[in-house]
Nanobody, 128 residues
Framework: QLQVVESGGGSVQPGGSLRLSCAAS????????IGWFRQAPGKEREGLSC???????RYGDSVKGRFTISKDSAKNTVYLQMDSLKPEDTGVYYCAADSAWTGHCDGTYNRPTRFSYWGQGTRVTVSA
C-alpha cells in the first residue's frame, strides 16, 4: 500500500528552524515526485516546494531562500528544511506524492490536484 507519513512538526520561535520528514512506503521516492504543502487556519492549501524523480526542485515565492527540499533515497524519505521561520509559516504541513510527472516539477507543482497520495500532516507553530 502506497503511503507517505509526515513528521518533525512542532513549536518554534520566529527565526528558528525545523526539519520536516516525509517517509514513503510502498513506492520509491526515486520514482515519484514529492510535494510539500501548507494549510494555514482559514486558508487554502498552499504549494510550497516540489522535488522530482530526477531531483530537480521548485519553490514558492513565500519560502524561496528559506526552505530547502531534499531526498534520501536510501531512507526513502524526503525532507523539508525550514529556516528563518516566520509566524506566517504556521500551519499544517503535508507531503504528497505522484508518479505522473515527467522528471521535472513544472509550474503546476503547487496545485494539490497534481498529487494523488497524501499524508495526514504535521503541525508547525511559529510564535514568540
Amino acid at each position: 500500500q502506497l503511503q507517505v507519513v509526515e513528521s518533525g512538526g512542532g513549536s518554534v520561535q520566529p527565526g528558528g528552524s525545523l526539519r520536516l520528514s516525509c517517509a514513503a512506503s510502498g513506492f520509491s521516492v526515486g520514482s515519484y515526485a514529492i510535494g510539500w504543502f501548507r494549510q494555514a487556519p482559514g486558508k487554502e492549501r498552499e504549494g510550497l516546494s516540489c522535488i522530482s524523480q530526477t531531483g530537480s526542485t521548485r519553490y514558492g515565492d513565500s519560502v524561496k531562500g528559506r526552505f530547502t527540499i531534499s531526498k534520501d533515497s536510501a531512507k526513502n524519505t524526503v525532507y523539508l528544511q525550514m529556516d528563518s521561520l516566520k509566524p506566517e509559516d504556521t500551519g499544517v504541513y503535508y507531503c504528497a506524492a505522484d508518479s505522473a510527472w515527467t522528471g521535472h516539477c513544472d509550474g503546476t507543482y503547487n496545485r494539490p490536484t497534481r498529487f494523488s497520495y497524501w499524508g495526514q500532516g504535521t503541525r508547525v507553530t511559529v510564535s514568540a
